[in-house]
């Protein structure tokens, strides 16, 4: 099949885990959860499955089983911890990839030093708002956070944005994963609110479609190039 069928069968299996989550159809989520990671990996592989060097795919295909493996771990609360561990190599893998095509993209993007102020001043001003409520999970929870605001960092400077667009769709990708993890803390931690199930996962699912459609479209214009 090629990539825009494996696209729409993961807005369908998404939605269904959206529905699935509304319905309280926890059984459901079992199939649903656990199928949305592959079928991105299988878009993948449709799209660029013949693309050298091989390093960019495998870490896109590395981002995309640990985040698997995360989805799977997370559908029981006590596995939180590795939940935790899988997502946070799920970003150094995408922190690899995005880093490889920021050296190897000629003219190198420019820095954009205000933005990297902001990026950590938000991220540092949330950990404050959370520590106290943390506990024991501190340090694992300020690593994690630490790695993800540097995901979006790594972003920002992959792409010289007015000459490629599609890294547009990897910026908002990444700032969706930020706040998708921003839900999950303020909802394990702090206090639940109305909804945060289908806020994260909806912000989660289009976060990991975004990364993937906008690095695609990226590694393909470089074999047009």
């Known amino acids: 099949m090629k990539k825009p069928t494996w696209f729409i069968l993961y807005f369908i299996v998404l939605i269904a885990d959206l529905l699935a ?5 926890d059984c459901l989520r079992y199939v649903t959860k656990p ?38 771990l997370l559908l029981w609360d006590k596995y939180f911890l590795p939940g935790l561990g899988s997502f946070l190599l799920a970003h150094l893998a995408y922190i690899g990839f995005f880093l ?78 930020i706040c998708s993890d921003a839900m999950i803390a303020t909802q394990r931690f702090y206090h639940s609110f109305p909804g945060a199930s289908i806020f994260v996962m909806l912000t989660y699912g289009l976060a990991q479609w975004a990364l993937i459609e906008g690095s695609l479209n990226y ?6 190039a």
């Open 100 to 177: 490889k095509v920021r050296y190897t993209n000629y003219p190198l993007p420019l820095c954009k030093y205000p933005l990297i102020f902001l990026t950590e001043a938000v991220v540092i001003a949330f950990i404050f708002f959370l520590f106290p409520y943390l506990g024991s999970l501190s340090i694992p929870v300020i690593i994690y956070a630490i790695t993800i605001s540097f995901t979006l960092l790594c972003v920002m400077h992959a792409f010289r944005f007015k000459e490629q667009p599609m890294g547009w769709y990897c910026i908002v990708g990444s700032i969706l994963f």
């Open 35 to 72: 199928l949305l990671m592959p079928l991105l990996g299988a878009s993948l592989l449709a799209a660029i499955h013949h693309l050298r060097p091989a390093i960019f795919r495998n870490l896109l295909l590395a981002a995309l089983f640990f985040s698997w493996l995360g989805d799977i």
């Open 219 to 224: 590694l393909n214009s470089r074999v047009k």
């Open 21 to 25: 989550i509304a319905l309280n159809a």
